[in-house]
């Protein structure tokens, strides 16, 4: 009966060193934390004046870059 109950735990205890189970959240947590490096800049485009003008924005950092200028 003993040998039983030790020959269960040795066997129990290298299966879980043998196959450990990973921790799906952690990984989860790390993905969502990935940031990307370039800033996502595009033209915008508006008419002044009867006339088309042109000007970056820039949507990472939510702000202008330079003054219109006509296209």
Known sequence: MLKKII??????SFISFAFPISNHAQEAATISSIQP????IEWRYKQINGRWHKRQYDYTAQKWIGKWTPV
């Open 37 to 40: 490096f370039a800033h996502i």
């Open 7 to 12: 020959s269960s735990f040795l066997l129990v």
